[in-house]
């Protein structure tokens, strides 16, 4: 992604402001983004909240069960990228390879309705499924997008389809809101 004029106003302003206030700021080369400064902390949800951290481990857990588990990490996916989650777009992608998925798979998935052929019928009703529900506020769900989610699972595996939808959701806006960073996976350590 390219740097717009305004990015280069910017930190050309930042640059000038600091030289002002007497810091000693390095101009950037040009093209260059200039190091950006570290985001103040923000708290750490598990152990801030420890009782509802559990529960959406839980709810996950519960979501998760008896789903395929590369249909799983396609919704989790999805998700991600429409939330613009990376910490869990990350996660997610890596523990997706880890079970096998291929990277021709999960490059499309960002493109899915244009790459059709990568998916099963079951899963881009899934795939459907997770764009409406996550996009709620925009159009509710279609009642065409869900009649074809219940057509492709039962009525049980449709419900786990749903509440893994809402989970990653919910884990989307938790790891956006507390400032979680891409490339940091807090369940290894």
Known sequence: ??????THASAAAATTTAAAAGGAATA????????AAAPAPRLDFAKTAPRVFKAVIGLDAAARDGLDPALVELIQIRSSHLNGCAYCLHMHTNDARKAGESEDRLHMVAVWR?????FTAKEQAALALTDAVTRVADAG?????Y??????FEEG?????LSLILTINTWNRIALATGKVAGTDERQG
């Open 147 to 152: 009649a074809e989610a219940a057509a492709h």
């Open 114 to 118: 244009e790459a059709r052929n990568f």
């Open 1 to 6: 992604m390219g740097m717009t004029n305004t």
């Open 141 to 145: 769900v279609p009642d065409e997008v």
């Open 157 to 161: 595996e449709l419900a786990q389809v």
């Open 28 to 35: 950037a080369a040009p093209g260059v983004p200039a190091p």
